[in-house]
């Protein structure tokens, strides 16, 4: 893993862990609160499971907040085309 995604990808880790769900749920998740509908590749059942898990996580203003700054500071645009700076 790139060392300037360490504390981004520990971040979603650290929310699910809290929620019972594994860090690309959150990552899902995070997608889902920014507005975006994700198109997810699924090819084994438990992908499925992760987006149910995905879509019963709640992300709090700041844990979304917390999530953009440490994506800012790794260089990993999350935005899309439509969205205001945060």
């Known amino acids: 893993m790139l060392a300037q995604l360490k504390a981004l990808t520990d971040k979603l880790a650290s929310i699910g862990q809290s929620q019972g769900a594994a860090a690309p749920d959150v ?3 995070w ?5 975006t509908r994700p198109i997810v590749g699924v090819t084994k059942p438990q992908h499925v499971d992760g987006l149910v898990r995905a879509n019963s996580i709640t992300l709090t203003s700041d844990d979304i907040a917390e999530l ?3 994506a800012d500071a790794a260089n990993v645009n999350t935005r899309g085309f439509w969205e205001q700076e945060m």
Do not use: D, F, N
Request: proline share 0%.
């Open 68 to 70: 953009e700054a440490l």
């Open 31 to 35: 997608a889902i609160a920014k507005g």
């Open 27 to 29: 990552a899902t998740a």
